[in-house]
């Protein structure tokens, strides 16, 4: 079964990190350019990252330079999202989402690039 499967979610304080993961089973993450997006309550889905395959390059959307980085541990088939100086508008579910072509590009944000889906997982910023 091909899946993706998101964790390290939680409840964080204003100013505090958080490390999601975003594990692949069933096929060969390292192949595929992999996104970051998040859902906050009545608001649309939006892109927030993007890391591509063969070259590790990265695009982030203005709201979170600076404070969030990707990266993919290609041997654990996982990519990660380190979330730092997060803000309580950080607060949404995260998914991650694995897009065939191996290289991001600035439509990154664009949903039907991506073939497979996690189920989410839940980050709220609140003191």
């Known amino acids: 079964q091909l899946q993706l499967v998101e964790s390290g979610g939680g409840v964080v304080q204003p100013g505090g990190s958080l490390r999601l993961s975003c594990a692949a089973s069933?096929?060969?993450?390292?192949?595929?350019?992999v996104g970051w997006f998040r859902q906050a309550p009545g608001k649309e889905r939006e892109g927030v990252s993007c890391i591509s395959s063969r070259d590790d390059s990265t695009y982030y959307t203005d709201s979170v330079k600076g404070r969030f980085t990707v990266s993919r541990d290609d041997a654990q088939n996982t990519v990660y999202l380190q979330m730092n100086s997060v803000k309580p508008e950080d607060t949404a579910v995260y998914y991650c989402a694995a897009d065939p072509m191996p290289l991001c590009r600035s439509t990154y944000g664009d949903r039907s690039r991506y073939d497979y889906w996690g189920q989410g997982t839940q980050v709220t910023v609140s003191s």
């Open positions: 069933g096929f060969r993450l390292e192949y595929y350019a």
